[in-house]
């Protein structure tokens, strides 16, 4: 089986080179097949990861390749189409290329998406955020609004109290939340948002009657789906449906999905999406194949694996 990766990861962001890493450092031959498509590459800088604050993603992601170099890890750029179960895990790409793998770990993020507002996404990242763990301090104190409806509203706006006291909520009917609302003295606009403005130092909220309203920053609360169809292909479950998204691939305390062999960390299971929880989910996960091999050639004892989330 020497032609056989002893695994797969598909996804070379944060989540995905963690486990890669972790992988090489145990001695396994490993292939990260990476898309390109990281959810934060737009960012300025990611926030709140230790020893990198503030750091653009690309040069993390750039730094993380060239640690792997160390090990018996092969980064490979492309898209993977398919993967197929049998004795070993067939994986294939979109340049025709087939590969043979003892384990999966996807890590192929999620996609973003926001509230259909002109001139919102080219500001997406950078003064249009949706973390304020990850991109409040940039505008602390500052002038700020949130766009958002429902509970989703009154969390976000509630949570950005931490960092400002000059919050402008955006939404309409709030109900009895409005009066938690008013208490917090976040001030609330039901008129509808027409625009985004980018300015140099924020943004402008323009409203449909023309007015406009001057921020720094701008929180909206985006929708977040499946990138890949690899894990409805590999027929994973998902996870409760969630204010974020209804396409959480479930994974139980090491990040096993309910597909035998099948791991999955980061962004693709929903649970905190942040770069320092991604790479600790990767970590993690790797941890876990390594003993799952480890299992397999020498009887090392593990959890059984649950293949029935309903169970």
Avoid at 20 to 40: F, H, K, M, P, Y
Wanted: charge should be negative; include cysteine; aromatic fraction near 6%.
């Amino acid at each position: 089986m020497d032609n056989v990766w002893d695994c797969v990861i598909v996804g070379g962001g944060a989540a995905g080179l963690s486990a890669a890493l972790v992988l090489g450092r145990a001695r396994r031959r490993t292939l990260v097949v990476d898309a390109g498509e990281q959810s934060n590459a737009v960012a300025h800088g990611i926030g709140g990861l230790l020893g990198h604050d503030g750091r653009p993603p690309a040069e993390l992601y750039a730094a993380g390749r060239r640690e792997l170099q160390n090990y018996p890890v092969v980064v490979r750029s492309g898209d993977v189409t398919s993967v197929r179960r049998g004795d070993v895990f067939t994986v294939e790409l979109a340049d025709g290329t087939v590969e043979q793998a003892r384990r999966i770990v996807l890590a192929t993020g999620m996609q973003y998406r926001l509230p259909e507002l002109p001139g919102l996404a080219p500001l997406w990242g950078t003064s249009v955020f949706h973390c304020p763990f990850c991109h409040g301090w940039e505008v602390r104190d500052a002038p700020v609004a949130v766009l958002a409806e429902g509970a989703r509203a009154v969390h976000a706006a509630l949570l950005l109290r931490g960092w400002t006291d000059d919050i402008v909520l955006l939404t309409g009917d709030l109900g009895e939340q409005r009066a938690l609302i008013e208490a917090a003295g976040v001030r609330i606009d039901p008129r509808p948002v027409a625009e985004v403005r980018g300015t140099g130092d924020g943004l402008e909220i323009v409203f449909s009657d023309g007015a406009v309203l001057p921020r720094r920053g701008l929180m909206v609360a985006p929708s977040v789906c499946q990138r890949s169809a690899l894990a409805e292909q590999l027929g994973v479950q998902f996870g409760e449906p969630n204010p974020l998204s209804a396409e959480a691939v479930w994974v139980d305390e090491f990040g096993r999905t309910s597909v035998r062999g099948v791991f999955a960390a980061g962004d693709v299971t929903v649970q905190l999406p942040q770069v320092a929880a991604a790479v600790a989910a990767g970590s993690k996960v790797a941890a876990a194949v390594v003993q799952s091999l480890l299992a397999d050639e020498f009887g090392l004892p593990v959890p059984a694996w649950k293949e029935d989330v309903n169970v």
